[in-house]
């Protein structure tokens, strides 16, 4: 069994702060910057052409942009500045996102808004400011595991939210705003496209064959083996057979389960060895830090638990050195992806790089 303590404080606006510690440390610091009132939640639109929901948060246009480290608002609280983490020192901390997408139910707002209702969190991977989650150590790529689970336990207990998004931004290349290595966590008040059609797939092999889709995903790659990048008893990544992007990285456990908070301890505990041989042959490719979004596909909370399987998935828009695949007319307009590199081929550059 893993032991990892958690302590919740309040920061100074309001917003709920969870330390997670290996150690049994008594975390007490208050966080004293002058109270300030938190935005109301934006709404919420019906794209009527798609029926696809879009999230309206123009508040997000104010919040800070690659800011200097010695303001980096993920760093420990070490001076007269005040910043998101009142501590001097932490393994590993989730807050209130300040500037969030979706947001708890207001009274404040007219009744006809629809309002984006959810909750956003930040994950911070440690309190250095420089490096990335691939290059923690393992313990604390666990730690930051044991974050991600209990807080999916937990934001799946909201009644208004239906699916829970545990994801990271790499590299300024796709959006990142803060260098720190951090990742972030958003909860819907509707099932997300992508994971609509990735239910309506799973559900439909599922009727077929009584196994979960991933599942017979998993027998197909060990048995081709072409794909495979990484495995250990319990984890398998590899390079899906159908990729959209030049690297993208599927890591599953090797047993069905629709989300973290399922992972056994055993398997949890498998996860760091195989996460950072990923990420470090990512970063081997090219002999240069990858710019990536790591996405964990979940079932949504209510529906499709039993067809939908847990899954990491690592895209890079990263092709060569110097260039970036954009998503384009085809990609942008039709969602139709061209992929510039055979699946087979991304593989092997993957498992080539000497470690
Ligand atoms: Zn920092």
């Known amino acids: 069994m893993t032991f990892v303590k958690r302590t919740e404080l309040q920061m100074f606006d309001g917003r709920q702060i969870f330390y997670y510690d290996r150690e049994s440390i008594a975390r007490t610091a208050i966080d004293s910057r002058p109270f300030e009132p938190r935005p109301l939640p934006g709404d919420m639109r ?25 303001f980096c608002p993920l760093c420990p609280t070490k001076s007269d500045f005040g910043t998101e983490v009142a501590d001097s020192t932490f393994e590993v901390v989730v807050f209130e996102n300040r500037s969030p997408s979706f947001s708890a139910p207001s009274d404040q707002l007219p009744p006809e808004t629809i309002q984006a209702l959810g909750r956003c969190e930040v994950v911070v991977f440690s309190d250095q400011h420089e490096g990335s989650f691939g290059n923690l150590d393992l313990a604390q790529m666990r730690t930051v595991l044991s974050a991600w689970i209990d807080r999916t336990r937990e934001i799946s207990q909201l009644p208004y939210v239906e699916q829970v998004f545990v994801f990271e931004n790499r590299g300024e290349e796709v959006g990142v705003t803060l260098n720190h290595p951090h990742g972030q966590i958003y909860s819907y008040p509707f099932i997300t496209p992508r994971t609509t059609k990735m239910l309506q797939a799973a559900q439909a092999h599922f009727d077929k064959t ?81 710019a990536y979004i790591a996405a964990w596909h979940q079932a949504p909370v209510r529906t499709g638990r039993d067809v939908l399987g847990l899954h990491w998935q690592i895209t890079s828009i990263r092709r060569a050195p110097g260039k970036l695949k954009y998503l384009a007319g085809s990609e942008a307009a039709m969602g139709a992806f061209i992929m510039d590199l055979e699946p087979e081929q991304s593989a092997a550059q993957l498992r080539d790089v000497q470690l």
């Open 46 to 70: 019906e794209d009527i052409l798609t029926g696809e929901w879009v999230a309206m948060a123009a508040h997000r246009q104010a919040r800070a942009f690659l800011p200097p480290k010695e």
């Open 210 to 290: 009584k196994t979960p889709l991933l599942t017979s995903v998993i027998a197909r790659e060990i048995k081709d083996e072409v794909r495979v990048i990484a495995q250990n008893e319990h984890w398998i990544a590899y390079v899906p057979f159908a990729a959209r992007y030049p690297f993208e990285i599927h890591v599953a456990p090797k047993v069905f389960v629709p989300d973290l908070a399922e992972l056994t301890d055993a398997v949890a505990d498998a996860f760091p060895e195989v996460a950072k041989e990923v990420l470090l042959r990512l970063d081997g490719v090219f002999g240069i830090p990858m």
